[in-house]
């Protein structure tokens, strides 16, 4: 987040499938905080059934698009497009309702309560003001069973899971909402491999449903590349690189992003560290 | 000092006298007071009654037990006599006993220019030095309800809770001629208002030879439970048949246990302290023995009058040693308390002539 | 030992009941009721059972509702002192002429709008709900003197209606059970339960689950006060026919906490038992009358009565540890 003008947005979009509209996309879309730009000139888009992974260092803003998204702040100024209808994203009912779902990284759980709740989380089924718990068992049983969750028991306390079930609850809650459009905040982090393992898992087998766009942030890149159809980096508030996973590679990602802050520049036209600056003053 | 166990023939306003107006001043005063507004003589503009014209004074009146229903009737004694003598007054103190408390309210008192202060002295020393700080600086100070011999108050107004709980103590040996089991039930042990009732008591039986085991039953502060812990003890513990209080929710507690097992009927005897309705009640239906009036009322309406005449003579008329007498209500006496509820009692606001 | 499917048979039905965290209290309460028994043979006669039963109800009934509010992460400091005013509500609204019956109904609703007071003020204003609801304390404490013109007055007694409302012999206990078990229902076999388990545990998730987390927590506060009211006609009708300005109190308030924190619920929210609650006043009332039938000193009562609190309090949460079998690493 800062005040320098960036780069100008890097190679448009890719070739989208057939004529469908991307299911998610957002055209200059910029977000300014007073005199600081969090975001600035943002184009981006999902298809339908793509799996986008946004990296970008820890300031970049990538937070902030992601409230944006999930209809927590307004932009200060561009689009956003829902299958290639502008759509106003005033609140979080509204982009739910739009069928956008959001993993935040506090995942939103429950903890004392049975994981066929927190799946059911303020979409409990009832038979007049009484809870329909055999049946809400049934679907949830079922449910993970497709998505190849594997709990051992859906009544199961949230908090006695490993932290790797308990964001695949997370996410399968998301999904089981009927969403069309899934954001998720570094579900990977602070996630040893096993773990991690078990979400990568998951989302693998949402990318292969077709039916749900989803945007995935992570700070590992070949965890990133695993999963995802592109990657897209955000830095100083714009997109300046968006390549399919399969026309890069880690090295080239780690290259773009730590090289910023490296003396000697980088790809991307950045400030240069303050190493440059002693080192141009000295006589 | 004795108490005046009123004949039944006894007229209100004598009750209400008791044996407390020794001084003829006093009663000198309260006749001009009740003479209503006539025109005065003097030359200067008019204050109450006959008297001429003062500032307003203002008395506060430091309690323990701010709260407490007994007292009700003394804050209603306090306002009658303000408006009789055209005097205000501020109620002060601790709702819990609680001393530091009240020293605080008392030299509050002072620094704020008080023109008396009247303050129940249920600690031996804590109110020594601020007694005379206020006498220094020409506070009179009178005590009512509780005294300490060593303070040096102008004087004390009312029945003192030792010497009452050795009142009652000998009424207990009475009832008992031949000693027993008795249960003396404090609602909280160590409070400043009740405990003294209760070693008085305990010392009067054990002064009168004969043999008695007193056990001092704790049953709490909250009215409700109360009754039930003295229901609890009763039940389990069958041979003692005193029961006998020494506050006014234990007391109300005893009456409604008694009655719920007509324990008059199997040998009983109950009794004690105040004038909540229930117990006056179970008096009259023959329940319960007897209850104790320490006339509250009088507690406040008397040291107000004393005050403000100390004030108005300059220091002339000094206030005189009252005691406020102690009433054994037995069934004999308890239809006049029952009919209506009054100021008096405390148990309403409303001014009334009873007669 | 954890999260293990749960097996029909009579296995199961042990499983199930080692799992209530409503044992470990229950277990405390049947040994005390056997150690006052055997050392009392009045302890188990009619009379005080009922004795029993009269310690228990005031604040198995505000705990009742205090266990919803505890269990979304809040707490009412000020029910002790609405017990005590409700009843001089209704005796004031019926002075003035109005029929016994919507004397009540009024009187409640106040307890209710005094709920709503403390809901709207910590939610709003962002108090603490601690803070909120001492200062309403001291207000209420403040009022009743006032309203009651500081002096206690006869319950009435004649009537049906105030047969139900505490005259019969069992009613106060009746209705402590009654509103017990449908407090139990309703926190673990309704939606709005649920929802308030979540505002307990994760308030920030809950509302990003769509839930209304301040509603959910103001309705709360209203059963509690609503329960306190309550609780105060009845107990004063029913025990000491009268009542009294100083009933209740702080003193109440806290047995009412305390029975809910015995008998499971957590201080910190996210989860609770209201028949646990129930079982924690009938420990404390045990306790309480279980001396008293012993005639134990005075002095030394209120020493053993904190000890065997804190006894009981340690007892209570090893049982509980041992049925979760706290989870390692």
């Known amino acids: 987040m800062t005040g320098t003008t960036p780069e100008p947005s890097a190679e448009p979009d890719p070739d989208p499938t057939g004529t469908r509209p991307p299911a998610i996309a957002v055209e200059n879309l910029a977000k300014r905080y007073g005199q600081v730009r969090a975001l600035n000139d943002v184009n981006l888009s999902v298809q339908r059934g793509e799996v986008l992974g946004l990296i970008g260092d820890n300031g970049a803003g990538k937070s902030t698009l992601i409230k944006i998204l999930t209809g927590f702040i307004q932009p200060t100024s561009g689009r956003i497009l829902i299958d290639g209808q502008p759509v106003v994203l005033s609140s979080v009912s509204a982009a739910r309702a739009l069928g956008i779902e959001t993993v935040f990284q506090d995942l939103a759980l429950i903890n004392t309560l049975p994981v066929y709740l927190n799946l059911h989380l303020n979409k409990e089924l009832r038979a007049g003001p009484f809870l329909r718990k055999s049946l809400m068992r049934r679907n949830a049983r079922s449910y993970l069973n497709d998505i190849g969750i594997n709990i051992p028991s859906v009544n199961a306390e949230v908090a006695q899971l490993s932290g790797g079930q308990r964001q695949a609850i997370a996410v399968a809650r998301s999904v089981y909402s009927n969403a069309n459009i899934l954001l998720l905040d570094e579900p990977l982090a602070a996630m040893g491999a096993k773990e991690g393992g078990i979400i990568l898992d998951l989302i693998s087998l949402l990318r292969g449903r077709g039916d749900l766009s989803i945007i995935l942030i992570a700070h590992n890149y070949s965890q990133v590349l695993d999963v995802c159809d592109r990657v897209a980096l955000l830095q100083h508030g714009g997109i300046t690189f968006n390549k399919k996973t399969a026309d890069t590679s880690a090295e080239e990602l780690l290259d773009l992003v730590a090289n910023e802050y490296r003396i000697g520049g980088s790809k991307a036209e950045g400030r240069g560290s303050f190493l440059t600056e002693i080192r141009d003053a000295r006589p | 000092m004795e108490f005046n166990e009123a004949g039944p023939a006894a007229s209100r306003r004598a009750l209400l006298r008791g044996s407390a107006l020794a001084g003829g001043g006093v009663a000198a005063a309260l006749a001009l007071a009740a003479c209503g507004s006539g025109s005065s003589s003097a030359a200067a503009a008019s204050g109450t009654g006959n008297f001429p014209a003062t500032p307003k004074f203002k008395f506060v009146f430091v309690n323990h037990v701010t709260t407490n229903p007994f007292f009700q009737a003394t804050q209603y004694g306090i306002q009658d006599a303000c408006a009789l003598v055209n005097c205000s007054y501020q109620w002060v103190g601790s709702e819990t006993s609680d001393v530091s408390q009240m020293v605080t309210a008392m030299n509050t008192a002072i620094t704020s220019g008080a023109d008396g202060i009247a303050v129940a002295l249920v600690d031996q020393t804590a109110f020594n030095a601020p007694t005379t700080a206020a006498l220094a600086k020409n506070i009179p100070v009178v005590s009512y309800n509780a005294d300490v011999t060593t303070n040096a108050r102008l004087t004390y107004v009312g029945q003192d809770l030792y010497a009452a709980g050795q009142q009652m103590g000998q009424k207990i040996a009475s009832l008992f001629p031949s000693g027993g089991d008795i249960a003396i039930f404090i609602a909280t042990p160590g409070s400043l208002n009740i405990q003294p009732r209760a070693d008085g008591a305990a010392a009067a039986l054990k002064a009168s030879g004969k043999n008695f085991t007193v056990k001092q039953v704790t049953t709490g502060a909250d009215v409700n439970p109360e009754q039930s812990a003295i229901d609890a003890f009763t039940q389990g513990n069958k041979s003692f048949k005193g029961l006998f209080a020494v506050d006014a929710g234990s007391t109300q507690g005893i009456a409604n246990v008694m009655r719920k097992y007509n324990l008059k009927s199997q040998g009983y005897h109950g009794g004690g302290f105040d004038l909540l309705v229930p117990t006056e009640q179970a008096i009259s239906d023959g329940i319960l023995d007897f209850t104790i009036d320490q006339s509250a009322y009088l507690q406040g309406f008397l040291p107000v009058l004393y005050l403000y005449l100390y004030k108005l003579s300059g220091t002339l008329v000094s206030p005189p040693f009252t005691d406020t007498g102690l009433k054994f209500v037995t069934k004999d006496l308890v239809a006049a308390y029952l009919k209506t509820q009054n100021r008096f009692e405390g148990s309403a606001a409303k001014q009334l002539y009873l007669h | ?329």
């Open chain 3, 1 to 329: 030992m954890l999260s293990k499917q749960r097996i029909p048979g009579l296995a199961g039905v042990s499983r199930t009941l080692l799992r209530m965290r409503e044992l470990s209290v229950i277990a405390v309460v049947v040994v005390l009721l056997l150690y006052f028994g055997v050392s009392n043979s009045a302890f188990f006669s009619s009379s005080n059972l009922g004795n029993i039963a009269n310690f228990t109800s005031a604040a198995a009934i505000i705990a009742a509702g205090e266990v919803f509010l505890l269990v979304c992460g809040e707490i009412d400091l000020s029910t002790g002192m609405t017990f005590a005013l409700i009843p001089f509500v209704m005796m004031s609204v019926n002075d003035h002429g109005v029929p016994m019956f919507f004397a009540v109904i009024i009187a409640l609703l106040v307890a209710a709008v005094i709920g709503v007071f403390n809901g709207l003020v910590s939610q709003l204003l962002k108090l603490p709900s601690f803070i909120t609801t001492l200062g309403t304390l001291y207000l209420l404490h403040g009022i009743t003197l006032k309203v009651s013109n500081n002096f206690p007055r006869p319950a009435p007694q004649d009537g049906f209606l105030m047969k139900i409302l505490g005259v019969g012999e069992w009613t106060e206990i009746i209705w402590a059970v009654l509103l017990v078990t449908l407090m139990q229902v309703i926190l673990t076999q309704t939606r709005w339960g649920v929802h308030t388990i979540a505002t307990g545990a994760n308030t920030l998730g809950a509302s990003e689950a769509g839930i209304s987390t301040q509603w959910v927590k103001i309705r709360a506060f209203m059963i509690a006060s609503t329960f306190a009211g309550f609780a105060g006609i009845l107990d004063g009708t029913h025990i000491s026919h009268s009542f009294d300005p100083n009933a209740g109190g702080n003193d109440l308030m806290f047995e009412a906490v305390a029975a809910c924190v015995i008998g499971g619920t957590a201080l910190i929210g996210g989860s609770g038992t209201v028949v646990g609650a129930l079982f924690g006043a009938l420990l404390l009332a045990v306790l309480q009358d279980g001396f008293n039938i012993q005639g134990v000193s005075a002095t030394t009562f209120i020493m053993i009565e904190g000890i065997a609190i804190l006894i009981a309090m340690v007892l209570n949460t090893q049982l509980g540890r041992l049925r979760r079998g706290v989870k390692e690493g």
